[in-house]
């Protein structure tokens, strides 16, 4: 899913504004919606995370190539980080601390990218000033009080991602919850939303998308029964579409191909 161009959608800008307002202001904020809609998408998509976590990863020697991602990583000035089940407070720190590191050493190099070198290094996590935690359900007691020290010690704006819900839970942890500035309900495709989205992939199957037509109107009444404007869901449908129209020879999406194609991602789901 990641391969396909990002598609910009109104619950994307809005997740945008909101992580911009956390980091500003330098709180803590709780972005919460169903599965699939997107919230960890636009999450990477905000950190530049798609192209910065296998540059770090690999952290290979460095070369002409190296200016784009220190760029991004100034621009975003933000660790996207999605914690192991059972992962251990310790670990969690320790692994934060890594990605802080790496991304505030790239940020250090844009900014000083027209200086002499070598010069004196500095405190590099001082550059990064989001962090944002994907699947924060995973986080125990002794983590959230791990990182609500580390806000207060730092004023790293963080923002916690995780299922509806996950307010109530954070309730239950005074110190934490009292430090929320700011909290996000990332929701489903509209029926408007919606059509822009379908209007994007009939575009990259090479055709045209006519709500006005009666077989395209039939076929979006399908998409929007099976995803219930459900993105993940949307994303992977797609692919599937693709499928069912080459092998059957057909040129155009109907209801029959939406269904056909259902059918197969729910058996290999």
């Known amino acids: 899913m990641r391969n396909q161009a990002f598609i910009v959608t109104k619950e994307h800008r809005r997740f945008t504004e909101f992580a911009n307002a956390v980091r500003k202001e330098k709180t803590i904020g709780i972005c919460h919606g169903a599965a699939g809609v997107g919230k960890t998408n636009s999450a990477r998509r905000y950190a530049n995370w798609d192209a910065l976590e ?8 460095r070369g002409d190539h190296d200016a784009k991602f220190y760029a991004l990583a100034n621009r975003s000035r933000t660790v996207f ?6 992962c251990r407070p310790k670990d969690l720190m320790h692994d934060i601390d890594y990605w802080q590191i790496k991304v505030g050493i790239c940020a250090d190099e844009h900014i000083h990218a027209n200086e002499p070198t070598p010069r004196k ?52 942890y005074p110190q934490l919850y ?74 155009t999406i109907t209801d029959d191909v939406i269904e056909a194609a259902a059918s197969i991602l729910v058996i290999g789901n």
């Open 54 to 61: 296998p540059y770090i990863t690999e952290w290979g020697p």
């Open 81 to 86: 980080y999605t914690p192991e089940v059972l």
């Open 121 to 172: 290094m500095g405190n590099m996590t001082s550059h990064v000033e989001l962090l944002i935690i994907d699947e924060a359900e995973r986080l125990t007691p002794t983590a959230l009080e791990l990182l609500r020290d580390r806000h207060d010690r730092t004023s790293l704006a963080m923002i916690l991602i995780g299922m509806p819900g996950i307010d109530e839970r954070f309730r239950h």
């Open 178 to 251: 009292s430090r929320l500035g700011f909290s996000h309900q990332y929701r489903a495709l509209g029926r408007e939303e919606l059509l822009f989205v379908l209007d994007r992939h009939w575009k990259r199957l090479g055709r045209t998308l006519d709500p006005d037509d009666f077989t395209d109107a039939q076929a979006i009444a399908a998409i929007e029964r099976i995803t219930r404007g459900n993105f993940r869901l949307l994303e992977r449908l797609f692919p599937q579409i693709n499928r069912v129209l080459k092998i059957n020879q057909l040129d």
